[in-house]
């Protein structure tokens, strides 16, 4: 394991929880119709889950004695309910093959390696629950 390498994943993962906490509250935000008043809540619940993970993988760059990044990931945004959904799975999806890469990365850094397992499970939880709403 390089130090070089975990820094990166880590800086990564800031980068794509910061993408996702926006895309996601944003979504809150801009949902409307029928469809929307039942997952207007679940957006914004899954907002702050990743933002607490932003701010975990940054405790874990202090710890380093490195500065987080404050630039994220990319963000999309639509106003189509079903398009949002479709957009959230894929931003899963992305950070759960990122996270898989980083707990290889970081074999030889139990800390790292376990706050990365953790979080993974989350991601998981929350591909579910976009996939389960979709129901395509």
């Not at 914004?44 to 380093?64: N, Y």
Request: some cysteine.
């Amino acid at each position: 394991m390089a130090k070089a390498e975990v820094i990166d994943i880590l800086q990564s993962a800031v980068a794509r929880e910061l993408a996702a906490l926006t895309q996601y509250m944003w979504q809150h935000v801009i949902a409307v119709g029928l469809e929307s008043g039942g997952i207007k809540g679940t957006f914004k619940d899954v907002a702050i889950a990743e933002m607490k993970h932003a701010e975990k993988f940054a405790e874990r760059l202090d710890f380093f004695g490195e500065i987080p990044t404050a630039k994220p990931a990319k963000i999309t945004v639509n106003q189509d309910l079903k398009q949002m959904l479709r957009d959230d799975i894929e931003i899963e999806k992305e950070a759960i093959e990122m996270y898989k890469k980083a707990i290889e990365i970081c074999k030889d850094d139990p800390g790292t390696r376990h706050l990365f397992e953790d979080i993974l499970l989350d991601e998981e939880e929350h591909l579910n629950e976009w996939t389960s709403l979709l129901n395509e």
